[in-house]
């Protein structure tokens, strides 16, 4: 039986602009998808031609062109001139967005003051933002199997991360759940 290669990406051993998902013709790694995963990427292709995935596909990648500067010139060299906060803003007004769902981690005090300076970032830029912490729904950990001894706080409650509660809340998409 052939044995199957991993897909190490992370692994790959030529500088970016040596590679083949890059550059064409350029070179691949043991197990390159770009190489030996080709129905899966003509798969991916066909779902990047329906809306509303294209317009988001088509949008993102203008948007990323954007955030560099003076592109016209050769050579040229990479010179990203905007925030990721930034690039955030313009892409969702590109998309006609006026409701973001931000999602963040209670685990740093730190980001949790930050997720409050961004959402006023939001909300003064025009956006209705909902935000949720990762900690939403306040789930002891009891119920996906940590034992006491597994826990930061041994012998108190400690609520589960919930990315899944979080995302539902957040995401106006699944609002029906709400009920
Ligand atoms: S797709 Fe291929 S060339 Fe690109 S990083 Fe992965 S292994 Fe390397």
């Given amino acids: 039986m052939k044995k199957k290669i991993k897909t190490q990406c992370a692994e790959c051993s030529f500088p970016p602009f040596e590679r083949i998902c890059i550059t064409p ?8 998808p770009t190489i030996g995963k080709k129905t899966l990427v003509k798969r991916a292709k066909k779902e990047y031609q329906a809306n ?10 203008i948007q ?26 313009e892409f969702a007004q590109k998309m006609g967005y006026n409701h973001l ?25 025009g956006f209705k933002v909902t935000s949720v912490v990762c900690k939403a729904g306040g789930v002891p950990k009891e ?3 940590i034992k006491e001894e597994e ?19 957040a995401n106006s998409y699944y609002s029906w759940l709400n009920k």
């Avoid at 003076?70 to 990721?84: A, D, G, M, S, T």
């Avoid at 826990?151 to 809340?169: D, L, R, V, W």
């Fill in 25 to 32: 013709g350029g070179k691949a790694s043991k197990g390159c």
């Fill in 52 to 61: 509303p995935t294209a317009e988001f596909a088509r949008q993102a990648s």
């Fill in 64 to 89: 990323e062109g954007e955030c560099y500067s003076e592109r016209e010139k050769r050579p040229y060299v990479l010179h990203p001139i905007k925030p990721r906060f930034l690039e955030i803003i």
């Fill in 101 to 125: 769902g931000l999602l963040f981690c209670i685990g740093l005090a730190k980001e949790a003051e930050e997720a409050a300076i961004v959402s006023q970032l939001f909300t003064n830029h």
């Fill in 143 to 145: 119920e996906i199997g």
């Fill in 151 to 169: 826990k930061i706080f041994i012998g108190g409650h400690e609520s589960m991360c919930n990315p899944i509660a979080a995302f539902y809340t």
